[in-house]
């Protein structure tokens, strides 16, 4: 276990390392320089030459590479152009919006399409079935961008005046107080460093902070505000989820242990929950990790039709306007995120079926 | 179970020390000197003899500053800026500038206390308090700045104006025009920039909120690079100005009080619309002209754009996939549309290097027609090629002059110069609105985006909510250039003149006038007294220098901002003591 | 653990081509015996009908300016006569585009680019990610472990944002778009293809070609490529679905076909902040890509299980 851990982080070593040239070398050969998307249309050549001097952008690309890879290996994600901020800031304040989202829109594909494909399959080929199947099918189909329109139509337009009004955009109202916990347990906040970064953090992750200060009007509100782009963005993750779990537990139902299960008298919700179900959970697994990984893809699509500024709308708006630093750092993130995720997804293989070694 | 969990986390501890020994020892070697050295170190030198410059008749207890440049090669149109008395300020120009009030009311030259210039001037830009928590002399003054989300202002109690009408100021952003409209109906909101070009109808057909036409000063031109054939022909480019049905991009893609450009200056400008109003729409006068300059079956071009929407184009591609149409069928000219990086398209038409047409406009920046004009069409601009002297030469002219009567004759004559020579086809001046929930009062749609929201009472309630198109990318307006920074921070900060509500005239601020001597080229401004700043420091002269000295002066420490380019203060002013480059 | 995942299909793909004569007589009937797949097909029959008979069934041109000919205004709502328009207002069932053009036509027009998307990315990436993977399969050793890091490096990236980054490094535009959907969707294939030929290397019927002096590549394309075949096929029909939404994407953020091609993902995407006063323009575009989609994937799926014998019982 502990080898086989070993062999694969020193694998990712390589990948992580093309990650970051990659990263580097697509940033770099983007045609046009920070300069007029940052300072706007009206600097002159003589500006922005200032400005590309000021950046250290005219030095040699082999020596901002090194610079670059130098930077990164001591922690440091270097700085926004646009907003001359460490990116290592920024970071802190983008990513708990879609920390935020993406779990949300997880939860959605998991609270519903888990019992959808699970019913689906245990009531194989009934009307639920048809229905599920059919909404499954359609929900893998839609582009993002299309459904968050539609619901935002029918929630925020059609639905105005009516309880079942939903916000358009934005995360929390205007006005709505959202002091972060530590002020209000009054903690000993350092001023710089890990802690005070991870302190913020979780200020940022609104529903999180708010049941953490028993702030329920901005639960409430903020709750609010998430239902939309987490429907938006949950709906492929949770029709993907269904039809593999209605898959994965159409193969177990028809095993051999399941039948003896079922002779041995035990009942049907003990046969299907105990037997069948933890063992349908592999495939499960492997698609929500994978789903996972699109969340973030489909986040820059949800995070642009509904006004939020959290990291994949802000990854792209930084690739629009050349913003070297945020487009690097982010990327590695992500990138890190998902050999992360591959490698848990791997190590849970290993805890729900007992026959599986990592070696 | 357990311990390999435990061994588990011991390895990756391991492996991330090691890792980190790695890549913290090897490249710390040859690293740091390139990163950090060159951009704070090299003006040092020039340093002193700009601060050092006398100063002239301090008051008995007041030590004035000053900024004085060596002489007018080292600096552009200002000098030197000087505090000839606690309550007095001298401006010495390097020439005549007959827009100094305008240029001066702009809220980028806004005042900062002395002490806050240099206690938030850090390494290498300003610092992050600098950046974002703004100290001015506002109604309004900065609580707090959540990223991403809002920015909340609460009222100034000292201020030396009137009291702001509400407690409380929020500003949000969404990119989205359609998103604003939604959360002004559903009342989440008190007012939002921009109504999308098609929601005009939706917002005045909706008793509970008003709309507010914001006047056109910008203006969309479709240009042609000269020096490219056929446009290096004067008479193709006459004959398509003639060919395209500027009145039906109008109507069909420009909201309500939008209007046909009969001049490239809008006529809200003084002397804008001076000289003949621009060619009437004539197909088959285009066609005998096209044809009669060797082009009976039109030619094959492109149309570049960059899909970024203003207000002199709020329909960007709609309106570029139009004029195809029209060239296609109006003249038989092929055009490919061929859309641009913005950045990438900016750079390449104002080198005037794109061969074909290109779709591009311009935003006020102060009211006076050199803003539109000399840039455009200076001598020296190769943005649509080869400039001619017809015009060229009689603009330079008409800037030395302040009287806008006196220099009338000399913009009918440029005006009518460009008409005849057709560097570009001046389509339209783009209208805008904003919008309100109907119960705000005073409600304002400014002609250059400079809502004051002190005036405005949100139907009693305690909170003023406003959103806009965009989040503000920093406070410090000093070194901003974007419209969504600026409007934030005018709520704050103050410069010594502003603009009136609603209008272009410009009005008092912190300085009580300003007036020039007779030659245009010394301006002496009286400040307010009595005046605090957000930080209960007072206002008086060395503020002002201290702030201009920050804009101005390359090499002065205070020269630190966002992007440390202080674009607005160098292309409207030049900058002192610009770094050799 | 895609790999795992991949590995059981080309171990399937390669247990059904021993017989592969009847394999297909099979899989034709397992796949009509589906309900979804038949749908699947009848949907994309009629859209391959609609692509090419689009000069015989759109009204108009996908670009003809209906200005000065017909009294009708940019973004008007559907006018159909049979459900109660005024006669003497021009019929246009999807309405008018914000360039004052027949939707309808455009929508038509569409669906040539939509397939011609969906069909060309897949092939490009297929070709490239087939020799790519047939060669590192082959091969082994280094070669087989660059290549195959090359592509781990690939998929560490949302295959969204990294077609976005390299459009915006090719600059924008239908090519580059499609450009860049192909080399995203490249290393899905690459393993498919280097799983099976690992799975067939070893096997007897190889290894006595190669005894027999037989050429390595002729080994390679005639041997082991075609055992390939049947994964790739099922991982194609479903990359064509994800190939189409994605390009959609990249069109709504403007990086796609450019104007005025009717592309659907563009045209939804041009008209998204009339969501609320011209709906008709973002509703029926989306609709048209979320059908074309259904309609591969319900084929993809159709066809996975039609090739994979375990799932015989079942249906």
Redesign the interface.
Known sequence: MVQYLLRRLLSSIPVLFGILIVTFIIARVIPGDPCRAILGEKATAEICERFVHEHGLDRPIHEQLFIYMGEILRGDFGESIRYSMPVTRLLIERLPTTVELSFAALLVSLIVGIPLGVISAVRHNSWIDVVTMVWANLGVSMPVFWLGLMLAYVFSLLLKDTPFWLPPSGRVSAGIPAAPFYDVWNLNVPESGLLLAFYQFVGRLNILNAILTSNWELLKDAIVHLILPALALGTIPMAIVARMARSAMLDVLGQDYIRTARAKGLRQRVVIMKHAFRNALLPLVTVIGLSLGGLLGGAVLTETIFGLSGVGRTLYEAITARDYGIVQAFTVVIAVFFVVLNLLVDLSYSYLDPRIRLE | MKR?LF??LS??LI?TVV??A???G???T??PA??EE??TEAPAPTEAPATEAPATEPAADFEGRSLMAADCDSAGIIQGVEATGQYEVTFTLCQPDPAFLPKIAFSVYSIYPEEWLETTAGDE??T?EG?ERPVGTGPYVLSEW?????ITFTANPNYWGDAPEAE?L?F????????R???L??G??DGIDNV?P??FE?VSGDSNLSLNERPALNVFYLAMTNTFAPFDNQAVRQAIAKGIDRQ?LVD??YPPGSEVASHFTPCAIPNGCAGDPWYEFDVEAARAELAEAGYPDGFSTKIFYR?VVRSYLP?V??V???I??QLR?NLNIEAE????????F??ES??GRLDGFYLLGWNA?FPHPTNFLDYHFGAANPQFGDQSPTYSDVLAEAAQIADPAEAEPLYVEANNAIREYVPMIPIAHGGSATAYRADVTNQQASPLGNESFAIMDPGGRD?F?WMQGA?P??LFCADE??GESLRACEQVTEALYTYEINGTAVVPALAEVCEPNETLDVWVCTLRQNVTFHDGTTFDANDVVATFTMGLDASSPLHKG????F?YY??LWGLINKPA? | MINTEKKVKALDAEALSLNSVSLWQITWRRLFRRRSAVVGIVILGILVLIALTADLIAPYDYDDVLIGKEPVKARQAPCIHMLGCPQDQPQHIAGIDGNVRDEFSRLIYGSRLSLMVGFSTVSFAIVIGAVLGALAGYSGGWVDNSIMRFMDVLLAFPSLLLAIAIVTVLGPGLINALLAIGIVSIPAYARVVRASVLSVREMEFVSATRALGGDTMQVLFRRILPNALTPLIVQGTLGIASAILDAAALSFLGLGAQPPLPEWGSMLGAERNQVFTAPHLVFLPGFMIALTVLSFNLLGDGLRDALDPRLAHIS
């Open positions: 390999n061994v588990l390895m990756l492996a890792l980190a790695c890549g913290g090897a490249p710390a040859e690293e390139p990163t060159p951009a830009g300003r992050s950046l959540n990223r991403g989300e809002s409380t929020v949000r952003w969404s990119t989205e025009s359609a998103a409209l939604l959360e109906q559903s989440t909101v999308g098609t929601e939706v039906r069909t893609f899909d329909q591609s709609n570029a996939q139009d195809q149409a069928e549309i061929v859309v641009m990086e913005s950045g990438a900016i750079e104002s080198a920046d909170v909510v989040e990318i920093s250039t974007d966002n992007t440390n380019v674009e160098d292309y480059q």
